[in-house]
């Protein structure tokens, strides 16, 4: 039977009623802005001289974020059993359609004007979105972007105080999906992050599973007394209409629920707010790091296809030695690379119509910089523009020439003829001895080796960026990372740089003897190859 709710919260005028009965529930009607490509929701105003504390929460899809940002919101308040009354600022993930059942991108909470209620302190709160998402496990590899973009806004998030790794209580083995999640996660953060908890839900009992598989994949989280990984549990069903039958048990579970968020709670109170300038260089690299091979792999196949028109020149100019003496003109037929632009297919239901998606090209290069570019509007938005210069394409050009559409550049041949004048025009660089063949043929070979030059730096780019990442992450043995190692180890060979070739195998061989890791990459090489190749 419903009871009337308690009048203490009359006063707050944005919500509406969802519906009555014990207890009412109130969806909350916060202000909502767009803050560059993230969205921040604020209830309330902020008081400049009260404190705040800010939470990071990731996990896998599923697990109750949303549901869990209601439950902090809701203790913030101070709401209690006895007023029969229970908030949402977001939606509950079980109550939404299927196909709006997740968060589809970074989203900020900041609630005000409640403090001293239970909280000493305002609250932010970072929502991410889930990995393994089976209907766009190709996002999962864009987490990172989007956080990126967040901790670099001007009106973003500099520093947190804690980070929350949401999990489920039912968890009863270390799956190699669950490593993957660690992984993952883990990849996020830099090497100096030390408050990562573990937030438990659906359950109000220790639970001995989720814990042995933190331990177990050697999870790099925050640890209590009994050098335990730091937990919290909270149980989901505070909104749960109360019964004659429930309603004993339904208070049993409040209670426990509310005592973990009250020490969970007096845990951030005690932590000092942690700088972000580690993740942030983390995130960037990894950015960076993809992106140059992207380009690496494009800019070797465009350079193969030159050398082959090169060595088709050779062996013609070798055919036709006699008449090259003679300075007769004749005609040879070569396989011309040139570049087209290509439509990409885009998926990004969740961009609503902006400029998502789509791939940053140089125009001057006529290169792709950054495909797929999932989060910035324009090219001076992306990840590789830095100083108003793209650090991927080969002439390092500025931002003015590059653009950000739904093409990218192909690297295509063509059969054309070519006379000897025309090779002549475009080869030698002197009339003096340019009758010769000589001469020809010294500057094709000059033309081979600058474009083994231009392969040789990106190369040397790619590896500094594995040996940045190694020195400053929390997870050096990163699925990100792995998923380049064949091609780098097979380019290094090729250029037989033994020393850069050698450390790329002792990082690979880690990498894959370590068991945590290596049943992480059986189980998501496949879809972050996928997420950061195409």
């Not at 919500?15 to 309330?44: D, F």
């Not at 559409?405 to 025309?422: A, F, M, N, P």
């Not at 070979?445 to 040789?456: G, V, W």
Request: aromatic content about 8%; overall charge positive; glycine content about 6%.
């Amino acid at each position: 039977m419903a009871t009337k709710p308690s009048s203490k919260y009359e006063h707050i005028p944005y919500k509406v009623l969802i519906h009555s009965g014990s207890p009412a529930v109130y969806q909350l009607i916060p202000k909502k802005e767009n803050i560059g490509n993230v969205e921040r929701v604020t209830l309330g105003k902020k008081d400049p001289n009260k404190i705040n504390k800010t939470i990071l929460l990731v996990g896998e899809t599923g697990t109750g974020k949303s549901t869990l940002i209601n439950a902090l919101v809701n203790y913030a308040m101070g709401v209690e059993w006895k007023d029969d009354v229970w908030f949402q600022i977001v939606e509950e993930e079980e109550k939404k359609n299927q196909s709006e059942s997740q968060t589809t991108d970074v989203i900020v909470y900041k609630i005000f004007g409640f403090e001293g209620k239970t909280l000493p302190y305002s609250l932010t709160i970072i929502d991410t979105p889930g990995y393994e998402d089976t209907r766009r496990t190709e996002e999962d590899a864009t987490i990172g972007q989007r956080l990126f973009q967040l901790f670099c806004l001007s009106g973003g998030v500099h520093e947190i105080n804690a980070v929350g790794l949401v999990l489920k209580g039912g968890e009863n083995r270390l799956s190699d999906r669950l490593r993957y999640i660690f992984n993952s996660v883990m990849s996020l953060f830099g090497n100096d992050m030390k408050n990562i908890v573990a937030l438990i839900t659906h359950t109000c009992v220790t639970p001995e599973n989720v814990l042995k598989a933190l331990k177990d994949a050697n999870f790099k989280c925050a640890k209590n007394k009994k050098d335990q990984p730091l937990y919290f549990m909270f149980n989901n069903c505070q909104s749960t209409q109360k019964t004659k039958n429930n309603k004993a048990a339904l208070k049993a579970t409040w209670n426990s629920t509310m005592d973990q968020m009250g020490q969970f709670t007096a845990f951030l109170k005690e932590t000092s707010p942690q700088n972000l300038i580690t993740t942030v260089e983390v995130l960037d690299t990894r950015t960076r790091l993809a992106a140059c091979i992207q380009n690496l792999q494009k800019r070797i196949e465009s350079t193969e296809l030159k050398e082959t028109k090169i060595k088709q020149t050779l062996e013609a100019l070798e055919t036709h030695e006699e008449e090259m003496k003679r300075n007769v003109n004749f005609t040879v037929e070569v396989d011309e690379p040139y570049k087209d632009k290509v439509p990409i297919s885009e998926r990004r239901w969740w961009a609503l119509g902006l400029n998502y998606g789509g791939a940053v090209t140089c125009n001057v290069c006529q290169e792709n910089c950054h495909n797929p570019c999932p989060l910035a509007w324009y090219p001076e938005h992306c990840e590789v523009i830095k100083g108003g210069c793209c650090i991927v394409c080969t002439g390092k050009c500025p931002v003015s020439v590059h653009v950000k559409e739904q093409w990218i550049y192909e690297s295509k041949t063509r059969k054309v003829k070519k006379t000897l004048q025309d090779l002549k025009e475009k080869y030698e660089q002197n009339k003096e001895g340019s009758e010769s063949k000589s001469s020809l043929l010294e500057n094709l070979k000059k033309e081979m080796e600058k474009l083994q030059k231009e392969k040789d730096q990106l190369l040397a780019e790619s590896f500094q960026h594995v040996v940045k990442l190694e020195q400053i992450a929390l997870n050096v043995d990163s699925l990100s990372t792995h998923v380049h190692m064949d091609f780098l180890i097979e380019k290094m060979k090729e250029k037989g740089d033994t020393e850069k070739l050698q450390k790329l195998e002792e990082i690979k061989a880690r990498m894959e003897k370590d068991k945590e890791t290596k049943a992480a990459l059986s189980y998501g090489f496949g879809k972050i190859k996928a997420a950061l190749m195409k």
